[in-house]
């Protein structure tokens, strides 16, 4: 049971990565990520989701130099973004993603999504850049169990992390199984929905028992269930109420009544939708 913000998933390789990470998609590149970030680690957060898609890396490396928690305490994750899938563009996205950070390695580098015919190629990179240390760990986002067979079919090493759309009007259940037999570690974007679910009134009632916010209840629900979470926020309160989330524990009761929320609806891309890949090809 996760009941201590100092608490780490343990990777299948051995790297530890905090439960709790800062998402910063559409934090602005700059003060607003700058500070955000700032507020973050001094609440307690060591685990910073961007992405170069999210054009903000510096303003995150900024944060990372002019903070005051060593390098190896904290976890950094950054993506490579659909336009630069493929063996040498990879390479080429990562080193300029590792310079717009002003850093020498991420935590996690990850595929962003699975376009098709391109992610195996991407993959072989990211194999590439672990092996020089310049990544703790790899992984990929928004892959489905077809998509984590075919890669896994002809991969050297097995992604670590999974990081998907992931809350409870789409809790995949089957993918959040699936992930754990295999030791990829599932990790959840946009776990509050936007706050689009916020007025959902069991999620409502369970807030007012545990004496929590709605976001809390969706968070804590993540954590129970396995799965690694990075709500975004760049406001100081939310920040800090996004992460205090380890002095309660929802019943399984309780567990089951928000899982039960599911409709299996996404509010992102579809991953296999081929419209979605059209600007890639
Ligand atoms: P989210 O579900 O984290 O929602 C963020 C929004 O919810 C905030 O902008 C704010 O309006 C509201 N909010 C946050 N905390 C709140 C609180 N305590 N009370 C009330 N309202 C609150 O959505 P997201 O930013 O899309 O997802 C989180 C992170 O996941 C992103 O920042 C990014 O790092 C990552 N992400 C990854 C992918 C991917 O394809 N891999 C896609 C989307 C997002």
Known sequence: MTSSIHDRAVLHNGVQMPWVGLGVYKAEDGDEVIQSIKWAIDEGYRSIDTASLYENEAGVGQAIAESHVPREELFITT???????????????????LKRLGLDYVDLYLVHWPVPGKYKETWKALEKIYHEGRAKAIGVSNFKQHHLEDLMADAEIKPMVNQVEYHPRLSQEDLLLYCKKQGIQLEAWRPLLKGEIFEEPTLVE???????????????????????????????????????IFDFELTNEDMTRISALNQDKRNGADPDDPEFYKPFE
């Open 79 to 97: 993506k490579v973004w659909n336009t630069d899938q493929g063996y040498g563009k990879t390479l080429e996205a990562f080193d300029a993603s």
């Open 206 to 244: 369970l807030a007012d028992k545990y004496d929590k916010s709605v976001a809390q209840i969706i968070l804590r629900w993540d954590l129970q269930n396995g799965v690694v979470t990075i709500p975004k926020s760049v406001t100081e309160h939310r920040i800090q109420e996004n992460i205090d």
